[in-house]
């Protein structure tokens, strides 16, 4: 009865972990990524305005030409960057899940780095393509090497996440160099998706665009100015690919949600530096309180970080933590090893705090447990 590409997706662990929430008393939730705080004031009011002049109703496919022209204005300021092709979509998912559906064909290979967001797995598995892993670890990097080894005859594209979902790596120029070059010696797509490019702490994001003409950048506003219930995303990239977006946009989502566009146009001119400041706080915060216990890269964007775990599996230690109230995500859920686990640091500091004691008691807990 299922439609076979159907039964090929994976069901989210990241989910899982989240449908607990109810299960547990008082809990310390680090387990989605979502910011913590409340869609700023202007922005709320801009959605607000939007539906008592009742611009609720359809809009064009491709975005309102308001939206539209912040964005490319935005992109030429952020990274030198006009592209020829810009949709509106809903969500960053949506747009994932559009660029897949128009250059993904059956038996395609798709190189995702892992650790990775899950559903890269999962898009590339329903649209009939096979994803091809090029291991980071420890340190979470992309290298030549483990590119080339991936790589074969029926590979297409790569999926890059910059800042990355679940380790808060942040890619240098000189990485999105190596792999445009990597990209142009293979005649390979690019997708990247740049959802969490606000949150680089400790140097500017660069954007995979200003590298490589092939690649189709995804991006949204759910992340920076907290308002991911909104579905507001976009992409970026060459014409042919994003016309092609766009109609099938039309058969599927028609178009990103009316209010929030509006509310969009505003949000582009908001300066979101004080809560992005305070983020890198929260990750000197977690970083600087688990790094004697646990092995662990310091994040340098995202609101993310990648511990590797003192004892058992990953399944096992995540297991021991929801115990003692702490919702984190096993590394199973997004990597191929069972060794890690994610908390997602987009919590008030006291929470944080009392997560962090209580992770720090149970890796010393290790040798019992052994």
């Known amino acids: 009865m299922i439609a076979k590409r159907v039964q090929r997706v994976v069901p989210s662990g990241i989910r899982k972990i989240f449908d607990r ?75 994932i899940l559009l660029a897949m559906m128009v250059l993904c064909d059956t038996d395609d290979e798709v190189l995702i780095p892992d650790p990775y967001f899950i559903l890269y797995r999962n898009n590339v598995e329903l649209c009939g393509g096979v994803a091809k892993y090029v ?28 800042p990355v979902n679940p380790t808060g790596i942040a890619y240098s120029a000189e990485e999105l160099r190596m792999v445009a070059g990597f990209a142009r010696d293979h005649d390979l797509l690019v997708i990247s998706d740049e959802i969490y490019d606000a949150y680089s702490y400790d140097f500017p994001h660069e954007c995979m665009l200003k590298y490589y003409e092939k690649t189709v950048l995804v991006n949204g506003l759910s992340k920076t100015y ?61 970083y600087e309180g688990l790094k004697d ?30 115990e003692h109230r702490v919702l984190i995500v096993p590394g199973s859920a997004c990597s191929r090893r069972d060794t890690h686990f994610r908390i997602a640091f987009a919590a008030p500091d006291e929470k944080i705090k009392q997560g962090i004691e209580i992770l720090r008691t149970l890796a010393k807990d290790a040798p019992k447990r052994r």
């Open 21 to 95: 929430i109810s299960q547990v008393k008082d809990p310390l939730d680090f387990s989605i990524g979502q910011p913590h705080f409340e869609v700023p004031a202007p922005i709320q009011e801009a959605a607000c305005r939007a539906i008592r002049e009742g611009k609720s109703r359809y809009t064009v496919t491709q975005g309102i030409p308001e939206l539209r022209e912040k964005l490319r204005g935005h992109l030429k300021k952020t990274t030198g960057v006009e592209p020829e092709g810009l949709l509106v979509t809903s969500g960053t998912s949506g747009a």
């Open 135 to 162: 291991d980071t670890y420890p340190d979470f990097r992309l290298r030549r090497d483990a590119l080339e080894a991936a790589v074969t005859k029926k590979t297409k594209m790569v999926i890059l996440n910059n």
């Open 226 to 286: 907290a308002m991911p219930g909104w579905r507001l995303g976009y992409a970026a990239g060459p014409k042919e690919i994003l016309d092609w977006m766009t109609t099938l946009q039309q058969f599927s989502f028609v178009c990103a949600n009316a209010p929030a566009q509006y509310a969009g146009v505003v949000a582009l001119d908001f300066d979101m530096s004080p809560w992005i400041a305070e983020y890198k706080r929260k990750r000197d915060m977690v």
């Open 293 to 322: 216990c646990f092995e662990v890269v310091k994040p340098q964007g995202a609101f993310y970080i990648f511990p590797r775990c003192p004892w058992g599996t990953a399944e096992e230690f995540v297991s021991a933590a929801i």
